[in-house]
């Protein structure tokens, strides 16, 4: 599955991706086969970080 690659559009569909269907980041990206660093660092530019308590980017 291919992800957004507008770091606005790409939080929006991992947080919902998130909290629907996966318990981790590591198993969003197990699961849709994404490098889950990739991820992070696009969302860092938009000061956005994982916190793994709420499984979730804020």
Do not use: H, W
């Amino acid at each position: 599955m291919a992800v957004p690659q507008d770091p606005v559009i790409l939080l929006s569909f991992i947080n919902t991706k998130l909290r629907d269907f996966y318990p981790s980041l590591e198993e969003l990206g197990k699961d849709l086969d994404v490098d889950t660093n990739e991820i992070v660092e696009k969302l860092k530019m938009i000061n956005y970080e994982y916190d793994e308590k709420q499984n979730r980017f804020v």
